[in-house]
């Protein structure tokens, strides 16, 4: 730990814990990637918004940005005098351009972003700090068919840059909440409850949802009930509901209904009872795992953007990297001293053209896989 050390004493170039630097070629790799994520966002028609680092903290912090407000790190404007806050995840900075901005522009909107967010503290499974996010926001339209684009679009843009056979977890964060409420139960028994769903402690949900009444039966099967979805939809229709409920895992079996009609062959659970995660959605709620070991590729879900109906997806550049195939290498071309004029022409065929700016610079030094001679790129002989 270096807390405890004084600032003399500190390795030089040290980086708070959670930032890292991002070297060469894995700097190249991720700026490629997040364009080819945006480029497939673009071809669905979602338009590329930017907005700022930091923004005043009422408004940064307002509606769905109220959520992450203990992961934001503030300071004082000295100009204004007023506090701001960098932004801790982008999707509230959009539902506020699509309010003031654009907001007479007709409806639903569709709209992309990549940028960079900062978070007060990572977690034991993902300290980093600084997270690259590229995503898509549609605002405007509260149908099912909008759920499903989002997710759709996500996982087409995961092909598109090799990350194929993902799989798509679907959770409803309100549904447990509402059979909470139905039922009536007091704040202590609400608390233990949900741990115990959080836990996923299938015998204690048992013995407290007999104690909350009729209106919480329910909730052992449909914690068992995790899963491929059709099964948790079969154990969602046979459960009794009350009609907040109902309306909840009604809907959630119209998004995976339209979510099947564009991509008949993705891999899809359903969750009826988990509730984790960011606090703002307020219907369907999305996670995008990569195959195998990969990870969480992608977070999104239904949420208010203001007083509009929103639904979007944040996918985890960083994650992605790490389960995309890597890319060809570009090839250098090492040009000795006096070969520039050649330069544009290599270029032009693809190559990064290294310019030696003195007789003591070499093509090993310098990292290349290709050196000029009689004005073509010729490969390097490597012996081992």
Not at 96 to 112: V, Y
């Amino acid at each position: 730990m270096t807390d405890d050390l004084p600032n003399e004493t500190l390795p030089a170039g040290l980086l708070p814990a959670g930032l890292v630097d991002l070297l060469p070629p894995e700097a190249e790799r991720e700026a490629a990637l997040v364009e080819a994520l945006l480029a497939g966002f673009g071809a669905h028609g979602y338009e590329r918004v930017k907005p700022p680092l930091l923004e005043f903290e009422d408004s940064l912090l307002a509606g769905s940005g109220a959520a992450v407000a203990g992961d934001t790190f503030r300071l004082m404007d000295p100009v204004s005098q007023r506090m701001m806050g960098l932004r801790a995840d982008t999707t509230p900075q959009v539902a506020r351009i699509a309010a003031s901005r654009l907001g007479l522009q007709k409806r639903p909107l569709r709209l992309c972003y990549a940028v960079e967010a900062l978070r007060v503290r990572g977690t034991q499974l993902a300290p980093a700090r600084q997270l690259p996010q590229a995503g898509v926001e549609l605002i405007g339209s509260d149908s099912a068919a909008a759920d499903a684009e989002v997710a759709v679009v996500a996982v087409q843009a995961l092909a598109a840059v090799g990350v194929r056979d993902v799989s798509l977890d679907i959770t409803l964060p309100t549904l447990a909440p509402a059979l909470f409420e139905a039922a009536g139960l007091e704040p202590g028994l609400r608390l233990r409850l949900g741990r115990a769903l959080d836990r996923k402690d299938a015998a204690v949900v048992a013995t407290l949802s007999a104690e909350a009444g009729p209106l919480a039966v329910s909730l052992p099967s449909l914690l068992q009930a995790a899963g491929p979805a059709e099964g948790a939809l079969a154990a969602l229709r046979a459960a009794t509901l009350p009609p907040a409920a109902q309306a909840i895992a009604d809907n959630a079996a119209a998004v995976i209904a339209a979510i099947r009609a564009l991509a008949p062959d993705l891999r899809i659970t359903l969750d009826p009872v988990e509730f984790r995660g960011l606090r703002y959605h307020v219907g369907v709620a999305f996670t995008l795992y990569g195959p195998g070991n990969a990870g969480e590729m992608a977070k999104g879900g239904r949420y208010l953007a203001g007083e509009e109906p929103a639904t979007g997806m944040t996918l985890y550049p960083d994650a992605v990297l790490r389960a995309a195939p890597p890319p060809v290498a570009r090839p250098r071309v090492f040009v000795p001293v006096g070969g520039a004029a050649a330069g544009a022409a290599l270029r032009a065929q693809g190559f990064a053209t290294v310019a030696a700016l003195s007789s003591a610079d070499t093509a090993d030094g310098l990292r290349c896989t290709h050196i000029l001679q009689d004005g073509a790129a010729v490969p390097i002989e490597r012996r081992d």
